[in-house]
């Protein structure tokens, strides 16, 4: 396996999606306006946010006429789950800091 | 993606062209210092059959040791060890082979990574249910900081 670009990684990279994912978790199914409050961010600031989870597949949505409800997906973590997942990840990054201790080395 | 045992097994291959010298990719492949640098604390030494350990902080469902034994030291050639699972995870968790290859090439050495061994059943235990994750946010963090 090539290791495409890690989707829940990556959405997991940033502070403010694993808050977003944290309150989720904890207080079940919430809309964009429950989750802007306390969030410290704007509410299109949010959406986009949970764009990112979504298409990792870390959490669910469920419109209900205009407004739409999301919640966490616990299947979601699963890719964090497999080592093999894991380490395709794991090597790239230590591929990088390889890369980078090759520049510096002498020679 | 390459198999050794094509019904039950697969392997993960990272590959990188790099603008140095043989020479110098070996030594940072072999050198404990060096591997330290850029892989993980360990007491590595480049001679068939010495045992060894990787380190890394323990972390919800791995304990961070990782237990090897060199199979196979080509100088500037190749260079494989076995990558198991250790401690009381032993007898049920991983046990995969690391083999890098280099090949001289214009300007550089092609560097090949292949993990291989993975079996269907290589799952972490205890990741991924809802109940951990509310758990275990924090060390969540502390996973995805590893892998930055």
């Known amino acids: 396996m090539h290791s495409a670009p890690d989707d829940v990684f990556k959405a997991l990279a940033d502070p403010t999606r694993r808050a977003l994912l944290e309150r989720l ?13 306390q ?14 989870l979504r298409q990792a597949g870390l959490v669910l949505e469920r419109p209900q006429g205009r407004v739409v409800h999301y919640r966490a997906e ?3 973590f699963a890719p964090l789950t497999d080592w093999m997942r894991f380490y395709a990840v794991f090597w790239e990054e230590r591929m990088d800091r390889l890369e980078n201790l090759l520049k ?4 | 993606m390459t198999t050794a045992d094509a019904t039950t097994t697969r392997a993960v291959v990272v590959e990188r062209r790099v603008p140095h010298s043989l020479d110098k990719v070996w030594r940072a492949l072999t050198q ?3 591997l330290e640098s850029w892989l993980m ?3 590595f030494q480049p001679v068939v059959g010495h045992r060894f350990t990787f380190r890394m902080p323990p972390m919800e469902g791995w304990n961070g040791v990782t237990d090897c034994e060199v199979l196979s030291v080509a100088p ?7 990558w198991n699972a250790s401690g009381e995870e032993a007898a049920t968790g991983i046990r995969t082979v690391v083999t890098w290859t280099l090949e ?15 079996r269907p059943q290589d799952k972490r235990n205890e990741m991924g249910a809802k109940y951990g994750w509310e758990r275990n946010l924090g060390q969540l963090e502390a996973v995805v900081a590893g892998m930055q």
């Open chain 1, 25 to 37: 978790l904890r207080e079940g199914e919430l809309n964009v306006r429950a989750l802007t409050e």
């Open chain 1, 39 to 52: 969030s410290g961010v704007s509410q299109p600031a949010v959406s986009k946010h949970l764009g990112v």
């Open chain 1, 74 to 76: 616990p299947k979601g």
């Open chain 1, 104 to 107: 510096r080395m002498d020679q």
């Open chain 2, 32 to 34: 404990g210092p060096l």
């Open chain 2, 41 to 43: 604390a360990n007491d």
């Open chain 2, 76 to 82: 500037q050639r190749e260079l494989s060890y076995t």
């Open chain 2, 104 to 118: 001289a090439e214009a300007g550089g050495v092609l560097v090949r990574m292949e993990q291989s061994g993975f």
